[in-house]
């Protein structure tokens, strides 16, 4: 188990080593040079030259890379073109909105998911697993943003339940900081927790025609007890691969939601940089990004281990 | 007194008729094995008493555990009797058990779910039946993982659990089917001894007749969902009354006149090979282990030869068959066809290529389903330089179909709308096509009905007799290999360890693992002919 621990680690960081190499060359490659950007077209020379140091621009890209990837190791991301401030301060404030935003949504869809996906599994073919699959369907079918104006107006307009935007930040309590982020997990979590039931059901239904689950019954289980105890653990593997995709697709792309919201997370922050030309916010935000999944994908490969004792001793 | 009856079951699922008026009875400690070919109804009397039906069944008739009804009982109640009165034990060992959970854990649920014993007397009884079958704990500790045991050791854990709570019935569904002849052997002795030591009735389903006659104290033949014929093994076996259960027997023990071999010049010559694959590193720096799969193996293939090759699972056929057809390079020792290497440069070498075909075990995996015979035959055609085309094709195809026993009709047929036996046919078309030079079988009969196989075997010998077929035959039934091949080798663990005449070998063995090669197959008694 510590040798597959470790072997996935040493991927971990080959990866984000040469992720970094290609998110500084990509976006080294687009044009544009943002000293003269931020200064204008009728900018001095030597303000311009003064900037560009300033900047850490005017040494060998080589070094600029390394300059980049040891400032990063120590949490500096640099200085934002447009608004001066570090960058890392700029993430930090996001993160503190996008990272609990995503997690409550994946907390909540898992929720869901998991009870519909094993009920309809149960009841294949009855109208209990129809009714599920038809739910699911359109949890897929419909985009999060209708859920989230859905919510809005039901939830905020009419009910009065939650606000309709904004965030009120986490100094007047962590419960006061939930509630706001409530409605926005909603949406993220519906659409998600759909794809997530129908992927639990596949999967447990091809368990179920498994031979080890006749044997199961053969030995006087219910069909219940055996569905439990020899079924659902071993659906778990796809139900991972999905959770651990769904996670890194809600950290970052949640922009819309974050739109509709007034929320000031991740996605908003990529945004505004990529229109204003900031391209170390971008370089970051993507790096910490690519950071992100990477780490949850080492995660989830560990979860593989622990439900299947077949990976823990192949090494 | 009688453990199991049976009366007047009758089963259909979705109204097709599956079983109509089957009988049998079993008493304490007595075996009953049901025996027929595939689709005969066997296997869904076996899950008709356990209750375990497909979804759509209906059952009528009775069936009395101990004097009481169990067909058409709640299911609640049903669950009390499974794995506590009546205990079933599986075909497949590679996937009966839960890869997820320790042996230990899955045979201690059978004691728990009944909630015979509390947990720390449930685990006692867990190793103490994990020792009768012969997974002592200190060898085999109950938190091993079913990934890490053989076949035949996970089928000794099927049966710990079917018997952890000593059921008064077990039931075994071809229980040996996927085991090795010496592990077969080992297994049968191991239900053999349960039956007599706990007293319990065995239900023992099997397509097996050299198994049958061997183990059971009554026979049940079963066709097409009726029992043909029944009765005590002895008198059974003397007095056959049925065509079918005569049929049976006969093609069981079928055995083929092959022609002589004409010429004795060499066309495969297999010199010292040796074909090694890297096993994982034990740890970060050590230099990877080496498995030896075949280890210097060495022999000659005349032409018109009929060569057989045996050996339990792991020996090493497939790896030294994968070498002969060109699929993969050896690290030393040469193969030769035709004096020409079959793998030359690092690249498998076309011009032998096309000499060679080979036929799968599988006849229904080996077909691509969307294309017709015709394309599916004529597929080795493209080894030639000059594929015949036009209204000489046809002919080919035509005549390579009539060869084998099917129809030029069948060309535009896709493999769906075949039975087992007419796709093996076809598989042998498709080998003959090109008129290769040698053939491989690669276990070619192993899945097939005794009496098709019978039907292949004869298919087989009129082929040798007019084409004069050079060909290997790899498989794990001996009694198969002794009739259609003229000469055999036995391999182990990478090595051949025994080689001459087919008849010699198997009558007077030399080498000790052929001895207990061939003592471990069961045999089917000489039947004297009334």
Redesign the interface.
Same mark, same amino acid.
């Given at each position: 188990m510590l040798r597959y621990a470790l072997k996935r680690l040493l991927s971990l960081i080959l990866s984000l080593a040469v992720a970094s190499v290609v998110i500084f060359a990509v976006i080294e490659i687009a044009p544009g040079d943002p000293a003269s950007f931020m200064l204008g077209v009728n900018a001095q020379a030597d303000t311009l030259a003064a900037l560009r140091a300033e900047l850490g621009l005017d040494v060998s890209k080589v070094q600029r890379y390394f300059n980049w990837v040891s400032g990063m190791l120590v949490g500096d991301f640099g200085t934002s073109y447009t608004y001066r401030t570090p960058v890392s301060q700029m993430i930090a404030d996001r993160l503190w909105v996008s990272l609990p935003l995503a997690l409550y949504a994946l907390t909540l869809s898992t929720l869901i998911a998991f009870p519909a996906g094993i009920y309809a599994a149960a009841r294949r073919g009855k109208p209990g697993d129809l009714a599920v699959m038809g739910a699911t369907q359109l949890g897929v079918a419909v985009p999060n943003f209708w859920f989230a104006m859905m919510l809005v107006l039901i939830f905020a307009i009419n009910l009065r339940w939650f606000n309709a935007g904004g965030f009120s930040g986490w100094d007047t309590g962590i419960l006061a900081g939930l509630h706001s982020l409530t409605l926005p997990a909603i949406a993220l979590a519906l659409p998600q927790a759909a794809i997530l039931a129908r992927v639990m059901r596949s999967a447990l239904l091809d368990i179920l025609g498994e031979d080890f689950m006749r044997t199961a019954r053969a030995k006087g289980l219910n069909p219940r007890q055996a569905l439990w105890r020899h079924g659902v653990r071993n659906a778990l593997i796809p139900v991972l691969t999905i959770i651990g995709l769904q996670f890194s697709f809600l950290l970052a792309g949640s922009i819309i939601i974050e739109q509709v919201f007034y929320l000031p997370g991740l996605g908003r922050l990529v945004f505004q940089a990529i229109s204003a030309r900031d391209l170390i916010v971008v370089e970051s935000v993507v790096m910490l990004l690519v950071f992100a999944v990477i780490t949850v994908n080492f995660l989830v490969d560990l979860a593989y281990a622990a439900v299947d004792p077949r990976l823990r001793s192949r090494t | 007194m009688t453990l199991l009856q049976v009366k007047d079951l009758t089963l259909g699922i979705h109204g097709t008729n599956i079983l109509s008026h089957i009988n049998l009875s079993i008493a304490p400690g007595e075996i009953v094995a049901v025996t027929g070919e595939s689709g005969s109804g066997k296997s869904m009397t076996a899950l008709a008493v356990?209750q375990?039906l497909p979804n759509g069944a209906r059952a009528e008739g009775s069936i009395l555990l101990d004097g009481q009804e169990v067909l058409n009982r709640p299911?609640?109640e049903m669950?009390?009797?499974?794995?506590?009165s009546i205990?079933?034990v599986?075909q497949?060992p590679m996937? /009966?058990?839960?890869?997820?959970?320790t042996i230990g854990d899955q045979v201690m649920?059978?004691i728990l779910?009944?909630k015979a014993m509390p947990p720390a007397g449930a685990r006692e009884r867990a190793k103490e039946v994990l020792n009768r079958v012969g997974l002592p704990p200190d060898k085999f500790p109950l938190s091993r993982?079913p990934?890490?045991l053989s076949g035949g050791q996970r089928q000794r854990v099927?049966i710990a659990? /079917?018997i952890a709570l000593r059921p008064r019935l077990l039931i075994a569904d071809e229980p040996t089917t996927a085991l090795d002849v010496t592990t077969q052997a080992q297994i049968l002795d191991l239900l053999k001894g349960l039956v007599k030591e706990y007293d319990m009735g065995l239900l023992m389903i099997t397509h097996d007749l050299a198994v049958v006659a061997d183990l059971a104290d009554q026979i049940v033949v079963m066709r097409q969902g009726k029992v043909v014929e029944t009765g005590a093994t002895g008198h059974l076996l003397e007095h056959m009354q049925h065509p079918y259960t005569r049929m049976l027997f006969d093609a069981s023990g079928h055995k083929v006149t092959l022609p002589e071999p004409v010429s004795s010049t060499p066309l495969l010559e297999v010199t010292d090979v040796v074909r090694e694959y890297r096993l994982?590193?034990?740890?970060?720096f050590a230099a990877p282990a080496q498995q030896r799969a075949v280890d210097h193996v060495s022999f000659t293939l005349n032409k018109g030869e009929r060569l057989g090759l045996v050996g339990e699972s792991g020996c090493g056929k497939s790896t030294l068959t994968r070498a002969i057809l060109g699929l993969e390079q050896v690290q030393q020792g040469q193969i030769l066809l035709d004096g020409q290497p079959v793998f030359a440069g690092h690249k498998p070498n076309l011009a032998v290529r096309r000499k060679m075909q080979v036929v799968f075990q599988d006849p229904y995996g080996s077909f691509n389903p969307r294309h017709r015979v015709a394309r599916l035959i004529t597929e080795p055609l493209h080894l030639l330089d000059h594929p015949p085309a036009g209204s000489e094709r046809q002919d080919r195809i035509a005549e390579i179909l009539t060869a084998v026993g099917l129809g030029p009709d069948d060309a535009n047929k896709y493999v769906h709308e075949f039975s087992g036996g007419q796709r093996q046919r076809i598989a042998i078309a498709r080998a003959l096509i090109i008129r290769p030079a040698l053939i491989v079988f690669d276990e070619a009969v192993s899945a097939l009905d005794v009496s098709v196989r019978a039907q292949i075997l004869d298919l087989l010998a009129e082929l040798c007799a007019a084409y004069d077929l050079t060909y290997l035959f790899i498989s794990h039934d001996l009694s198969v290999v002794r009739t259609i091949t003229t000469r055999v080798m036995v391999m182990r663990a990478g090595k051949i360890v025994e080689q001459g005449e087919t008849e010699s070998v198997f009558a007077d063995p030399q080498h000790g693992y052929t001895q207990k090669l061939i003592a471990a197959a069961p045999r089917l008694p000489e039947l004297s002919i009334t």
């Open positions: - | 356990m375990l299911e609640p669950c009390q009797l499974r794995g506590s205990g079933m599986f497949e996937t /009966a058990l839960n890869p997820v959970k649920e059978t779910i009944h993982y990934h890490e099927v659990m /079917a994982p590193r034990h740890h970060l």
